[in-house]
């Protein structure tokens, strides 16, 4: 195995500097393979919840929640791969490819110690999970299901993320796109035969909806791996030398646990959210998971932006530039609130329609609506929230994305989502209008924090 480096015999495509030239040019040359990857990866599960709604409201409430509850573990293992983009990204924008390649080892025993403990945890306690949750027994069996065979897969998912975000933070956003459309496609074609038993299939209902997605992803992660180690991307990686490194996993750690936590605390209190609104019934549960599932896609341009702002952020302070790393943030948010202002005005006149995409229950209809036309409130900060909340983990200063979601989550959208339905006529709505609030205050946080410019001088 060779010398690690950027990969020889393709230096066209990865000897581009990122520190230098338009930041706009490279900003979008990042971040629309971004995008692509990131609304193909978001695919999975929601093709997942089309053919589950099929099964009816029980199915997709089960789904629904059982996702969340795996996006909190999901949410923890890229907190943790933050650190390893941020250290990456460092040292590629400082020409230390063998500095990078030394943090991706250290991030391959990170990400098996972490993904073999969280697949434990959750196949013993999914049923716990959603019983304390206070669901109804036929959500609970069929979440259940869903939710043992994703946390199983964990391993593979782990790998994954880990394979994309190196190849991502070294400046290829191309590979990881490719590698997404190869194994999503192969998910969208096989899902419908093992829910329903199409041809020499076992109908399997939502269980084979969560095996298609975890045989998926082992696709994609032997594709990533080998890619990593043949040269095929930007950064070439070896396990020549390979040592055990406490200092650097200590420093992976230390920038990814922040970024863990605000990741994870953010999925809990969806949960809780989640929690807040079972009261009002099965049709008010699968509009919660709809909705949720329908954000996820909305933020793709606002998250495929902000990765990129955040890799652009963190090379341009390891080429001791902090000045064009705001500028990178700057330009990056404006951006995003160009794109939602189009996304907000196509909701307001189409949600319904949305919605039917997948499930046509008159009830369910009118509150999954109602919940994105609300939703839209957020989507015009989104360029704050997202994009500057990236480019702080991009450059590895994760505490204080952390310490404001803690304050917004706990301090404002938890109880106004909590007593807006019990002190006003809002009913169910209440909860969304305490999760728009809440990014409203998050928003201007940030603002203040990123033009004061203290993250300019972290150390990673």
């Not at 995008?35 to 709604?53: A, F, K, Q």
């Not at 109908?203 to 992803?217: D, E, F, I, Y």
């Not at 090379?315 to 907000?344: D, F, K, Y």
């Amino acid at each position: 195995m060779g010398e690690a480096g950027i990969s020889s015999g393709r230096r066209t495509t990865f000897d581009r500097d990122w520190t230098k030239g338009s930041i706009v040019g490279n900003l979008l040359s990042l971040s629309w393979p971004i995008m692509i990857g990131g609304v193909l990866n978001m695919l999975g599960p929601t093709i997942d919840m089309i053919w589950v709604g099929k099964l009816g409201s029980a199915a997709i409430a089960g789904v629904g929640i059982s996702g969340m509850a795996v996006m909190v573990v999901n949410s923890v293992r890229m907190g943790l791969n933050t650190g390893t983009r941020a250290m990456v990204a460092r040292y590629v924008g400082a020409n230390d490819f063998e500095g990078a390649n030394h943090t991706a080892q250290q991030a391959f025993v990170i990400s098996a110690a972490f993904s073999i403990v969280m697949a434990a945890i959750g196949i013993l306690l999914a049923e716990p999970i959603l019983v304390l949750l206070g669901v109804e027994a036929d959500v609970v069996t069929e979440g259940a299901a869903y939710m043992r065979i994703m946390f199983a897969g964990s391993v593979a998912m782990s790998f994954r993320m880990m394979a994309e975000g190196i190849m991502q933070a070294s400046g290829d956003t191309v590979n990881p796109m490719k590698i997404t459309i190869f194994f999503r496609l192969f998910h969208v074609a096989l899902c419908p035969f093992l829910v329903f038993g199409w041809w020499i299939f076992p109908r399997l209902g939502v269980s084979g909806a969560a095996l298609t997605n975890v045989v998926s992803q082992c696709l994609g992660v032997v594709i990533g791996l080998w890619m990593l180690f043949a040269g095929r991307t930007r950064l070439r990686l070896t396990l020549r030398n390979f040592r055990f490194d406490g200092n650097v996993i200590w420093r992976i750690v230390k920038i990814g646990v922040p970024a863990s936590i605000t990741g994870a605390e953010r999925n809990f209190a969806n949960l809780v959210l989640m929690w807040f609104v079972v009261p009002f019934g099965t049709f008010a549960v699968a509009a919660q998971s709809l909705a949720q599932r329908i954000d996820m896609f909305i933020h793709m341009p606002t998250m495929g932006l902000g990765q990129a702002a955040g890799i652009l952020a963190g090379q341009n302070l390891g080429a001791r530039q902090p000045e064009r790393s705001a500028r990178t943030g700057w330009l990056a948010a404006g951006l995003v609130t160009a794109v939602m202002a189009v996304v907000a005005i196509l909701l307001w006149f189409g949600a319904e329609y949305v919605v039917r995409i997948f499930n046509a229950e008159s009830g369910l209809v009118e509150i999954a609506g109602t919940f994105l036309r609300i939703q839209i409130a957020s989507y015009m900060v989104f360029g704050m929230v997202i994009v500057l909340m990236q480019c702080l983990n991009g450059v590895g200063d994760t505490v204080m994305p952390m310490l404001t979601t803690m304050l917004t989550m706990w301090g404002v959208q938890v109880p106004l989502a909590y007593s807006l339905p019990r002190i006003t006529n809002l009913g169910v709505y209440g909860v969304r209008w305490g999760m728009v609030t809440a990014n409203i205050v998050r928003a201007i946080i940030y603002l203040i924090y990123f033009k004061a410019g203290w993250w300019k001088r972290k150390q990673v």
